[in-house]
């Protein structure tokens, strides 16, 4: 008799140690299925999402880790600096199709009315509006590629205006109807530096001529006009409509314009305070300078990330429009979290309740067991044979527990994320909204509902939770098995008769 042969008659001549064996492997083998189960559909689902995203990213710094450096430390951290060399070579990755690396700058015009949404949300100095320049290092807008733009008059820049010191600017319809701007149009721009006091609080009153310490004008002409297709989704409605009216007002020049405006109004800083240890940096680490990515395709943001956080400076990362689905992202990480320890603490005590159970039913066969050595049967043939009586109801109950689990799994999780997220919504005001470079820019993800969410949810028995779960519970078994399998080497069958 084969060995297979002699598992199955031993299974046959202990119905009800075998019954016993295959609840108990059931009840664990659920609970590891449903965990399982829960683990797949949250990636599942977090893959879905962010195929909806557009594939954009950007390389920030990690504030929230900081902060926490901070509260370890009692200092703020040295970040170090990403030059415009190393986001360029980012931007040769495989991944990216486009990209834009933006100096920004300041600037000031008492001539152009400024876009104002709301007049509570207005900033002058005095009589100067002010207006943010956002610069580009190529003729290839990523904003107008993506669609956070279009060219509705005029043109967007050459490779030649883009790249060289040429003071061309691209507006919008609002800017330009509000102050009668055509393409073609100049438009003049001051950069000043006020003489500000040392100490004190700083007045509406204080912005005039005799407080200017330094100033220069530049004349920009018109290129093209832009209608805004950009979406603003923080989750707070102020800072919405602040950055709306940033983007509306946001004027496009070339990156060498942008750097010249920031290098005077940072000289002419030093020169105003030349004992500041903040201005003794080089002027590039003192700009102020944004990037942007755009991927193949938004199922490449992750091998982006991982292709790029490891040869990043500590405390940067990389930031998706997904990033700012704060309420989702953490219901999703809670119930990833949680399913993870039930999962460990499942497996582990499967381990140590298997092998409790399967030693105290070789104790109870010893004598069978002793015979089989007596008669010349070797060790490795007898632990086979218990292996696979063991192997045999593990696999009948794995089989019942994977649909079991799986029904489990899928009614308590989607209402444990219903919930979680109702929780979170209904506090999301008490939290701190955190506002990425991408929410400036216009990417920003609207958030979706638990509806949505939920409809993307499923837990599913497709071949990857079939594969992990098989190998999952099986190794299990095969560990709980092979533990009081040792049991056996120990026997003497030589005191068989006494």
Sequence with gaps: MNIVSRAIAGIVKNP??????????????????????????????????????????????????????????????EIERLSLEQLSQIGKSSYVKNYDISVNAHLSSADIERIVGDEEMRWTEGDWESFNLSGVHSSNLVDIEEGIIEITSGRAFTE??????????????????????????????????????????????????????????????????????????????????????????????SNPVSMEVQNFRLDSERERTPDDEWLQSDNEDLMWITNVYALNDSSDIEAFRESVENDLPEFWIVVDAGDSRGDIASSMENIRNLTGVVLYAAIG?????????????????????????????????????????????????????????????????????????????????????????????????????????????????????????????????VVATTIPMLYILRLNPRKILM
């Design 160 to 253: 030649e205006e883009a790249t060289a010191l040429s003071y061309v600017a691209l507006i919008s319809e609002e800017l330009a109807e509000a102050n009668s701007l055509h393409v073609g149009s100049t438009i003049t721009l001051e950069n000043l530096v006020w003489d500000f006091p040392e100490d004190g609080e700083i007045l509406d009153s204080f912005f005039i001529e005799e407080n200017i310490f330094a100033r220069r004008s530049y004349d920009f002409k018109v290129t093209g006009i832009f209608k805004s297709h950009a979406e603003f989704n923080t989750g707070d409605e102020w800072n919405n409509r602040s950055m709306k009216e940033e983007h509306l007002n946001r004027i496009y020049t």
């Design 16 to 77: 009800l140690k075998a019954l016993i064996l295959l609840l108990v492997i059931f009840i664990l083998a659920t609970v590891i299925s449903g965990a399982i189960s829960v683990q797949l559909a949250i990636q599942n689902t977090d893959t879905n999402l962010r195929r909806e995203l557009p594939p954009v990213v950007s390389l920030e710094e990690n504030h929230t880790a900081a902060m926490e450096c901070e509260q370890e430390t009692g200092e703020w951290p």
């Design 349 to 477: 005590a499967s381990v140590l309740i298997l092998s409790l159970l399967i030693f105290l039913f070789l104790r109870e066969r010893k004598k069978e067991i002793d015979i089989y050595l007596a008669l010349g049967e070797k060790r490795g043939g007898v632990i086979l044979q218990m292996m696979s009586e063991v192997l045999i109801i593990a696999l009948i109950a794995i089989t019942l527990a994977l649909f079991a689990g799986n029904l489990l799994a899928g009614n308590i999780s989607e209402t444990m994320i219903r919930n979680d997220m109702a929780t979170g919504q209904g506090s999301s005001s008490e939290q701190h909204v955190v506002i990425t470079n991408l929410d400036w820019m216009g990417f920003g993800a609207e958030d979706a509902s638990t509806e949505e969410v939920l409809a993307t949810y499923n837990v599913a028995l497709d071949s990857g939770t079939l594969f992990f779960f098989y190998v999952s519970a099986i190794s299990t078994v």
